[in-house]
């Protein structure tokens, strides 16, 4: 599926939307891809806002992952651009970070190198003009499930 997203609030509006079509269950995996700047932030976390996520909102640039308790239950916000390896990501405990939450949101998931495992939906921003193009794809039984609901949002 694809989307045109002309300016920020569009990208906003997307976000909100995944959050009201995001199916139940535990562990989901989002991956955001995109080059800098192409709004991946943007879009997690109207995704984070719309699933009810208390406190301030930050960015996870530095500390690589940001928890958030949300009315969904709990999501991490992950950006993976300074991952220096897999290692890092298994030495920071991901082993068990996917059955404790609802759903994890991660920009820059190539940086893993794969070790994320299987992913529910990806969303690829790319520049186009002056604003932006969404491609979704399922990649999961839920992730199929998420899109649909989406559509039909
Ligand atoms: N659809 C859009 N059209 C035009 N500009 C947009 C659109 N969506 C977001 N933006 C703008 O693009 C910028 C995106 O910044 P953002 O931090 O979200 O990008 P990012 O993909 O997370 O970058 P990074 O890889 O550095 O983490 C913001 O300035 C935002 O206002
Ligand atoms: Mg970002």
Known sequence: MRCWLPDEDATCRLGAELAASCPGGSGLLLTLRGELGAGKSTLARALLRGLGASGTIRSPTYTLVEPYSTTEGPVLHMDLYRLAGADELENLGYRDWREQ????????????????????????????????EARLEARSDPGKAWLRALRTA
């Open 101 to 132: 939450h609802r759903l994890l949101i991660v920009e820059w998931p190539e940086r893993a190198g794969g070790s994320l495992g299987p992913i529910d939906l990806d969303l690829e921003l790319t520049y186009s003009g002056s604003g932006r």
